[in-house]
């Protein structure tokens, strides 16, 4: 009889073990819960972190993520108002506000991104294509600012020639590129709210051309950028020719102002020495005489020199005198 006693208590505490734990849940701090019964939703959202207990096997725990979400589009082709075609690559954050709508909308969050495919994309097409391309890149019109110094410096002819050459005019925004991202936060807003979805923040993360038209755009940028430095180069040319120029002008004027300057000083020397023979030779004509002769026989007569004179020679009389 005791045995049997043993026995009904160890099922019962096996059974109660596993009631218990068929009962009890637990709540992460980044998690909202929903319980539902035969398919209906029991209560509201349980958002408290801990340990919760629910009626075992006819209640059901559905789990809902409250931390904010990130939502990455497929980039998709849009015409803008201009005319221009682009892809738009968007990104999005987002969160579940109402678990319980939630639940009873998308279930889940496969579902929830799903939604947000349709929703957020169809807002970004709409409000893309109502505004030229400029508003999409641009946040402000700051670099006209910049354009309008740098075309003044042009004008005052401050810039290096040709680099006037690569200012072009810049169209000015309206809205700008955070302006466009709150209408889209607005539009799909609306879209989303009843679905127990907020959306938090829509970017758009980057914008390209269509493929052949991004080539075009490419070969005439490069075309432009290849015209510009042609005539940088001329210009670069023509100062050189200048500088050139200016060198042999510079150069022939030195050196003809020294040639005057060593031909002035090699008469004044001239001069000199003239005055000086002159002097001498009126001092002293004998001996300047003698002098000269001396000199004339060194020149006339060099090394292992021979020659045959007759002896009546005025050319040697200077050597027969004792």
Known sequence: MRAE??????????????????????VQEWDQVIITQFGKPVGG??????????????????RFDKRILNWDANPNQIPTKDKKYIWVDTTARWRMTDPLLFLQTVQTEENARS??????????????????????????????????????MATRGEL???????????????????????????????????????????????????????????ERMISERQRIAQKIRSVGLGEQSKI????????????????????????????????????????DPEFYEFLRTLEAYKKALPADTRLILSADSEFLELLKKK
Not at 5 to 26: C, D, E, K, M, P
Not at 263 to 268: D, N, P, Q
């Open 5 to 26: 006693r043993n026995v009904w208590a160890l099922v019962s505490g096996v059974f109660l073990t596993i009631l218990l734990f068929a009962s009890a849940y637990r």
């Open 115 to 152: 939604r947000l495919d349709g929703i957020i994309e169809a807002a970004t097409r709409d409000i893309i294509s109502n505004y030229n391309l400029v508003e999409a890149v641009r946040n402000s019109d700051s670099i006209i600012a910049k354009v309008k110094l740098k075309r003044d």
């Open 244 to 283: 050139r120029g200016k060198i042999t002008r510079d150069l022939q004027q030195i050196e003809s102002e020294a040639y005057k300057r060593s031909e002035t000083l090699r008469g004044a020397a001239d001069a000199t020495a003239i005055r000086n023979y002159a002097a001498a030779m009126n001092s």
């Open 160 to 218: 290096p020639p040709g680099e006037e050459e690569g200012i072009g005019e810049i169209e000015p925004i309206v809205l700008g590129r955070e302006k466009l991202s709150e209408m889209i936060i607005e539009k799909a807003r609306a879209g989303l709210k009843e679905l127990g979805i907020q959306i938090i923040d829509v970017q758009l993360r980057r914008i390209a051309y269509e493929a052949s038209v991004e080539s075009k755009v490419f």
């Open 45 to 62: 959202p349980i958002t408290a972190a801990g340990l919760h207990f629910k009626l075992p096997l006819i209640q059901r725990i559905w």
